[in-house]
């Protein structure tokens, strides 16, 4: 399960590395693929909390790491429109 981190770049050109404690968000996104922000959101819940899911599953407790993450990208999704692009620019362990 290793970690894996993200990158992303928001509708005004800003990137953002993401942290995943697994691997597993590279079966929710692709690199070089874009999304409108509301489906951005929804996948990156659903990423982070499988991460989270797997975390519990190995160690018996859920990842804060990733909890607080998908806060992160909910909180800087705020400024954009449902509709704007986000971008994953690279995953990587």
Known sequence: M???????????????SCYSPSSVVA??????QT???SEFLLISESALSQAS????????????SAADQLKQIQQHATRFSASDP???VQIHN
Do not use: N
Not at 2 to 16: A, K, L, M, N, S
Not at 27 to 32: I, L, P, Q, V
Not at 53 to 64: D, L, N
């Open 2 to 16: 290793p970690e894996t981190y993200f990158r992303v770049r928001w509708p005004d050109g800003e990137e953002q």
């Open 27 to 32: 079966e929710y996104f692709a690199a070089d």
């Open 86 to 88: 986000v971008t994953i």
């Open 53 to 64: 899911e797997r975390v519990r599953q190995k160690y018996g407790f859920y990842c804060s």
């Open 35 to 37: 999304y409108a922000l």
